[in-house]
């Protein structure tokens, strides 16, 4: 092994103490997309203090590509409670209303551009207890009831920190400039889009990121999916009808749970395509009030999937017809809103090949071929790198997991960490300094 | 009983084996709606013969206002059968291609002018078999595969040939003029309103009709319904999409299966009106064809009902709707067309009265007050005439029946034609030279 | 007019300015059903003052007949807030948990036992603001918010606690029992089934209760339906699937939103009955989570109504296969409980006469037919009634109304207070001095 | 090459004007399903005249495994035309029912036992017409109205002959024995069950199938596919309700087209299966007569499939309980009958090996890779010779096609057709000769 990569690797491992800390102290207090305010201000105090340029708020968001927001009340709410458990004010101010993305930028002269993307928002699942659940038993299960990190963005975080710190000790190594973004919202796939609208990765040569994976029963430690990611839509669909007395009157109202429930039917009933997977799914209707009132609301969340960009097309174009056809029977009003959106993701296969040979051959990890399946919000900025010429590249750390991503049981052993900020950076080394791909 | 109903009474009793011939050759010979061509051609012979002036054809029905027409080769095929059964050709002609009303005129100078309403036509009904059913046991069943007199019009236009004949022998009792419809296509209100447009009853000052009905245990002869028909639109909806392989590309079809199955449960479940009755059945769906194949076609046909014309557009305007969108949320087109329609009948007051006089006190019939419940495309003539300021009555004549209405089964006795007959003539004469109602 | 009569009116008139203040008092501090804990125990407060015996809580609801309960924290909050709003505590205490019926029993010696039903529960209806509406103009709305005596039954209690005091003031002139029953959970037709059961009418000879109603242009102050209520089942159904990832798994899931979408319009599309008016309406529809995840639980709230009982069960029997269908076709569980229930209510007759002619000639009051049209859970008692002999009548107290029932523009005029307490003395008066009807 | 394939080759070539002559010979009297009494009784003819001992009728297909059958009234039409439309009546009668497969044998001594399975039904596809249609243009177009070889089966059948005379001619090169199996019904994957059930591929070391395909632009002869065929289950599904007068008593109904519309929305619903690709298509309805009659029956078509039998196993049963929940919520019965069943079939990798070696390299013919994506009732057979330890085979015989598969436009150049007929013979030499794959 080189001395570079070996001395990367091991200063890696030294750090994972650091990581694991961080870690829990981002499980503890995990937070919902676009209220990632402490989180996201800590971020940026540490990347500051690491001697970063560091951009946070509407320099790295762009406000009306966001997608996907909570109610300005929760926001504010979530912004205020934020600020009572740690937030760093002077950070955190600029992100209040739901701008809390982070981004640290070091130059190290001319040379490839290199954006890594670390995501950090937790999701609204109620977290497991109970001494079968390893952050309940030893102490750091999120005390924000009905948010949990139970997709790993908390390691993703401390990988990113890890990496901020690795890399500045090595910068007169590098050629060229860094870029680490750590990006809110992915869960939803709400967050990617404003940070690719607001022009960051433009000069962008290569992107990296990676995701806390199962292991399975194998003993790898750097996984290389070798699907795409499925393309998603995320929708909001709003029904409003007229409400009636519905013993006196029902011919006066125009009920919109009649054509709430004619679209879920219909949704889940577009033809499935030829031309790739598809999926739909309604997971959630409200709908009504009264038991005796004609219904006058309901809302409903929906998301579609694709395997290619124009499978998800396919199906988001025929979800909308279904949503206003489904209106106009019951003489409804419907307005639908992009609630998150991501396009298909696969990793560039010249820059896969060179990462195996990185982790492989230059870390000496133990490296295998996986499968992810879902989606990803990352796949808009490495769209945006490679509308521009760029090379995107997804890659997962592999540790033995307890319970299935999302779940209440989610956990993963933190001893994959330093794999994952060892590869960030040997891989940023390479680019910079072994050629291009 | 005044001499002239004493007579009639007993006149119109001794035409009872001649309308019993007559109900059974209609009966044998039943010809489904808009295709009456030996039923219709035998009446205006006998007409013609017993002297009155005949109108058939186009002169009766104004061809654009018919309803529910057949396809051009049925119609030529159901005229083909009914010269090869016994239609007269003279009449028959003028008829061809569904032009099968007829009308006979007697003018008996100044006075009011009496239209009665007789329909003629049979159902898509498979007549029963076997010794339960009286015209198996005694030979005059239908010998039209799958058409059936299973609604009593057999009866009933014997029952006008017979007022026909007793109203000729009193012509010099009477003062006005006497209109004798005979009208094609009652079923499925299809027929009425293109007499109605040809003008034919503009001059009316009364118009009657009556149908069979069951006594239902009691020995009643004469019933007048207390409730209104049911006011009833019936369309035909052809949804047209997208043939396409169903297992190599079934997001190149545009599904009119799952257009036409939204549609069906949705026009179901059209809210019911809280003011008055609703009824909404589609009757039948025919779609697709290869199982492996996206449904391209799909043809249904349905009806909506109402207590009032206002329930009954509140049904129809809800209806196309529902079909509207159902096809636009599948990419399909949809055309619909109207295949009947009648408004809400009830009996004028007065008039109605009057006849309870006649059928009572004048011819001594036993009478009731009944309830009716379906449609009837009556409604169109007595809309005609009441919007030039006539009257409209609508009585029924009661016997013991056999089966319900429109079942296989359907049966009544003959011993009810006379009364029928002896009352149109009595009401005849008791308005023309009794006094207005 | 007798100068009992005509005193009993003008003594009733004189109580006008106590009925309003009483109404206004229960208006301000609306409570919806089974937590009238403040209502319910100021009134059987004052029935003690007045003399006569007071029954509460277990001793007037059957536990285990009462429907449609809120859940345990909910009526304890309420508990407590009745207690904050003024409850008198001594007679709320055993009202907690939801047993909110007062029974007041009067003994004037041997004679038929009168019974009375005053109900006096609010709605979940959210009161008007502005000077359009007269609580809110002249301070007497609603302080719970969301909660709204928007059907009167302020005005309801008001007057049985003038019916208290006449009657008692009356005593010596009265021959036989009463019974004053203050009934929880009108609404949702929930709570008389309870009172029924606990057999507290099972002695009861006639049985009486009012409503208020909107005299509609006219000037008529006492109106007798003519029309019986609708027969009526409320049902909550919850469906249960299981959860699974809508992206990488949904074969894994069983989809409790299919299940209740598919409900939603088989109920709604349940055929209309020939034996007479129906309605059916979900009015609410809770289903689902996380938009990606197959939704695990979805919960309705149904109602289903009939112009007869028997039409009413033909629709509940239809509605528990429809339930049963949908679920089972997903492979969920369903689970439906019974939360309201009320067969179809007419007035007797003779009763009903006698009741007529009181109000008209003893008292004077200008009378007219109406159509009352909706539910009325009032039908439990008289159905208990009339099972062991007894008769029942319901009758309306008219005045010009604001705003339809159950809206929050809803606003009767409190003239109409005294003469509603008038007619139920003198009616009482009537049947235990002049005879049986 | 070698002189054996060499020659092969060439004679196969010298076939061509008769493996043209007979394919639109078979073209022209297009058969469906079951029904192909003369092609399949002159196929017989003409393996007997060569020499081989030849099973039809019941000696082929078992009578309970058959899956689709006609009514027993088409196929006593169809034997009657065959007849007339030129079959041998020797062979034809044994096939009389619906019998039509043939199996030709031929016993080369020690050695594996080598399969080959010709599909030979027409589809109902009405043909294009016009010049721009070749079999129109050059007078072999179907004279059996509505039946069309769009599927290529006519060049299968024209083949398997091709391979019967090469093969006799080389008997003596052989070491063996050699099945050759003409196959009914394959369209609708009907027939293959019941012939692997009758026992006649319990022996076979080597199954081999080909198939018509597009060489799409390539100047490919033989094509391999990579993907494994879609399994399927074709199911047809009778509701029975009950009629009923929808004006005047509907509820008195079961009604069969509520049941299946909610089948036909609930079937398309299934949700996508994570494990694999899936298809559902209900491809017809028919339900209903009389407008004004609650539908009392609703007769479907409809297919379900999967990329792997557990995937397909999935949709089955899901589809039977969508079917059977929504004949429960309607109070109707449901039949469901099984009209044809596939397992996936993908080629055995070492025998494909063997097959692409031979063609390339002993044929010289320009080989690919493609794929097939639909469904094949091959699988069956394969499925039975693979529980036995065989191996199966399938290929493709590439030419450039006009339209696509089962459209009424699809066409094939018969220049492919010696290809196809040389490495059948090619391959069944190479496997008894070469030594086992």
């Keep these: 092994?080189?001395?570079?990569?070996?001395?990367?690797?091991?200063?890696?491992?030294?750090l994972e103490p650091a990581m694991r800390a961080r870690r829990r102290d981002?499980?503890?207090?995990?937070?919902?997309?676009?209220?990632?305010?402490?989180?996201a201000s800590r971020i940026a105090r540490e990347l500051t203090d690491l001697g970063y340029r560091v951009l946070v708020g509407r320099d790295v968001c762009l406000e009306e590509a966001r997608m996907g927001l909570p109610s300005p009340e929760t926001l504010e709410r979530q912004y205020r409670r934020a600020l009572d458990q740690g937030a760093e004010p002077a950070f955190a101010e600029p992100m209040r209303g739901g701008f809390t993305g982070v981004a640290a930028l070091l130059d190290c002269g001319e040379g490839p551009v290199v954006a890594m993307?670390?995501?950090?928002?937790?999701?609204?699942?109620?977290?497991?207890?109970?001494?079968?659940?390893?952050?309940?038993?030893?102490?750091?299960?999120?005390v924000n009831d009905g948010v949990m990190h139970a997709c790993g963005h908390d390691g993703h975080a401390a990988v990113g920190l890890a990496v901020a710190r690795l890399l500045m000790a090595r910068r007169a190594a590098l050629r060229g400039r860094i870029k680490l973004i750590f990006q809110p919202a992915e869960e939803g796939v709400r967050g990617a889009a404003s940070i690719a609208a607001r022009g960051?990765?433009?000069?962008?040569?290569?992107?990296?990121?990676?995701?806390?994976g199962d292991s399975a029963g194998t003993d790898a430690q750097i996984g290389f999916p070798t699907d795409a990611t499925l393309a998603t839509t995320k929708l909001d669909v709003c029904f409003r009808g007229q409400a009636a007395h519905a013993g006196l009157a029902p011919e006066a109202g125009r009920n919109a749970l009649l054509a709430a429930a004619t679209a879920v039917l219909n949704l889940h009933a577009i033809p499935r395509s030829g031309r790739g997977d598809s999926r739909v799914n309604v997971g959630s209707l409200r709908a009504g009030g009264g038991r005796n009132v004609v219904c006058e609301r309901a809302a409903?969340?929906?998301?579609?999937?694709?395997?290619t960009t124009e499978v998800n097309d396919y199906l988001e174009?025929?979800?909308?017809?279904?949503v206003r056809?489904?209106?106009?029977?019951?003489?409804?009003?419907?307005?639908?809103?992009?609630?998150g959106a991501a396009g298909s993701l696969e990793s560039d296969p010249a820059l896969r090949r060179r990462a195996e040979a990185v982790a492989r051959d230059?870390?000496?990890?133990?490296?295998?071929?996986?499968?992810?399946?879902?989606?990803?919000?990352?796949?808009?900025l490495v769209e945006r790198v490679r509308g521009r010429g760029g090379r995107g590249l997804f890659f997962t750390a592999l540790t033995p997991c307890a319970g299935p991503l999302h779940s209440p049981a989610f956990d993963f052993r933190e001893e994959a960490l330093p794999n994952a900020a060892a590869l960030f950076c040997a891989l940023a080394y390479s680019l910079q300094r072994e050629g291009p791909v």
């Excluded at 981002?26 to 989180?39: D, K, S, V």
């Design 117 to 142: 993307r670390f995501d950090i928002d937790a999701l609204a699942v109620r977290e497991a207890e109970g001494d079968g659940h390893r952050p309940s038993r030893e102490g750091f299960c999120s």
């Design 317 to 322: 174009a025929y979800a909308r017809r279904v």
């Design 362 to 380: 230059c870390l000496g990890l133990r490296v295998r071929e996986t499968t992810f399946g879902a989606s990803e919000d990352y796949a808009a």
């Design 200 to 212: 960051l990765l433009d000069d962008v040569d290569y992107i990296l990121a990676g995701h806390m």
């Design 325 to 339: 056809g489904a209106a106009a029977m019951h003489g409804c009003d419907c307005e639908v809103t992009v609630a």
């Design 26 to 39: 981002f499980h503890t207090y995990a937070e919902p997309g676009w209220c990632e305010f402490r989180t």
């Design 300 to 307: 409903m969340e929906l998301e579609v999937r694709g395997a």
């Design 1 to 14: 092994m080189e001395p570079f990569y070996e001395t990367l690797l091991r200063e890696a491992r030294a």
